[in-house]
């Protein structure tokens, strides 16, 4: 890539960056419109459309192809996607190890279908988050996390199924069960 490239690409990347900051400003959900077409134009997989993306996400820049985002997703505000881990090449260098070339990993990260990932989460490379999953605030998500799972902490704990979860709520408010969710819940009776 020549010099002028590479300087284009940053404006590129600075003018991307800020419409997505500033287009809550116009109403919540245009961020989301936004950061599709940004990040799309910079390799990040949309299956699909989220359904929310928040203004402050931080997505790792290393490589967007490497994150891959389905539909109906919701990422809430200060949540950072990571597809790459250096630190071996820091901490390498306490054993006198001092590499020319950094030592690391570069992992894809999946978010599947109608999942939601809670403010301050952390995402760390090479983690899948199944369909129809609810991840806690804060939480640290690490490896493939099973479709409708509820996970929470650090480190990460599956806690429950969002399927009971959304039949317990429905059957407080009152709202009928979807004929999916009455079957799932005829074929699995509850552990407890």
């Known amino acids: 890539m020549s010099r002028l490239h590479r300087v284009l690409y940053k404006i590129e990347r600075i003018i991307g960056l800020t419409a997505i900051k500033l287009a809550p400003i116009i109403r919540p959900g245009f961020a989301t419109t936004i950061a ?32 891959e985002i389905h539909e109906g997703v919701t990422i809430s505000s200060y949540v ?22 950094p030592i690391g990993e570069i992992k ?9 990932v809670g403010t301050g989460t952390i995402i ?24 409708y799972s509820i996970i929470i902490g650090s480190p ?25 969710l009455a079957e799932f819940l005829l074929n699995n009776t509850d552990p407890n």
């Open 36 to 67: 599709v077409k940004v990040y799309g134009r910079w390799g990040m997989n949309f299956v699909g459309t989220p359904n929310y993306l928040s203004a402050r996400i931080n997505f790792d820049g290393t490589d967007y192809g490497l994150i």
């Open 80 to 101: 950072r996607v990571l597809t790459h881990d250096w630190s071996l090449y820091t901490v390498a260098k306490a054993i006198h190890h001092f590499a020319e070339k």
């Open 108 to 116: 894809g990260v999946s978010i599947g279908e109608y999942s939601f």
């Open 124 to 147: 760390m490379p090479g983690s899948r988050i199944g369909r129809g999953c609810i991840i806690g605030a804060g939480t640290v998500v690490r490896g493939n996390i099973p479709d």
């Open 156 to 180: 990460c704990q599956n806690v429950g199924d969002t399927r009971r979860l959304i039949a317990s709520k429905f059957e407080r408010m009152g709202i009928d069960s979807t004929p999916a």
